[in-house]
């Protein structure tokens, strides 16, 4: 299975396309923004998970026009819910970035073309980077966070919680928000530490002003649970698994 030949060529293809996750506010239970997912519609072995893609995208520096792709049509797809939908005003769109992405030099011209091309506001805009690329790459210039934060777009920290806890990182980073990693949230319940985890992380969000999401959520009881713990937002198959771009409008109808 050669998938590397054939990636280069879905892109051009059309076999690229988004699937989007709701981010949910839990006083009101409102979708607060979506979450970007990117799926391959491979012509022969079906629908591939970006779990078996994006590392060989990253490998082969195809994740640059990949993730380039990725940024104008999320940000072109929410501008668009966020114009002709009522109540979906001010929704936000958050988008994977890999540190590839990230550490090439260009990357803010990149995210400033995406939203100058797609006129959505910049405020609405979250880049998802991971813990461990923040701590792990050297190279990642401290110019390009400046340059971000200069256009206005959020930065959220994924998959919190799954580095190496070296939180010296947060000091100069300015990120919006922390997205606990699911792995906490399924062991709500199940291991009292979990939760002990949780309050920690809350309790530093706090200090940092940081907003935070618990990601995974599947089950009134780790609902339960997370209200109590104070969180104030979240995404999980307890809502909706990630859907397709045109089942969104139809979601929305149905939820504000
Ligand atoms: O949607 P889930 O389906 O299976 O995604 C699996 C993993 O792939 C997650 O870690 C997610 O962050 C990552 N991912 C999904 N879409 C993108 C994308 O557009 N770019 C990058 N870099 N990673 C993505
Ligand atoms: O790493 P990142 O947080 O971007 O990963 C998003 C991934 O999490 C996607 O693969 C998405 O399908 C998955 N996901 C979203 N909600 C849930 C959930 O409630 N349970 C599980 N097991 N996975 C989820
Ligand atoms: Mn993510
Ligand atoms: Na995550």
Known sequence: LDLESDLRLALDRGELRLNYQPIIDLDSEAPLGFEALLRWEHPDHGLISPEAFIPIAEETGLIIPIGTWVLHEALRQGNQWRQQIDGAASLTTAVNISGRQLVAKNFPDIVEAAIRDTGIDAAAVHLEITETVL???????????????????????????????????????????????????????????????????????????????????????????????????????????SIPSDHVPAWLRSRV
């Open 135 to 241: 701590m792990d790459e050297p190279d990642l210039p401290r110019e390009t966070l400046q340059r971000l934060s200069r256009l206005g777009v959020c930065l959220s920290i994924d998959d919190f919680g799954t580095g190496y806890s070296s939180l010296s990182y947060l000091k100069w980073l300015t990120a919006k928000t922390l997205k606990i990693d699911r792995t906490f949230i399924r062991e709500l319940g199940e291991d009292p530490r979990a939760g002990t985890v949780i309050e920690l992380v809350l309790g530093m969000a706090k200090s940092l002003r940081l907003d935070v999401i618990a990601e995974g959520v599947e089950t009134l009881d780790q609902l339960g649970e997370l209200r109590r713990l104070g969180v104030t937002r979240a995404q999980g198959f307890l809502w909706s698994k």
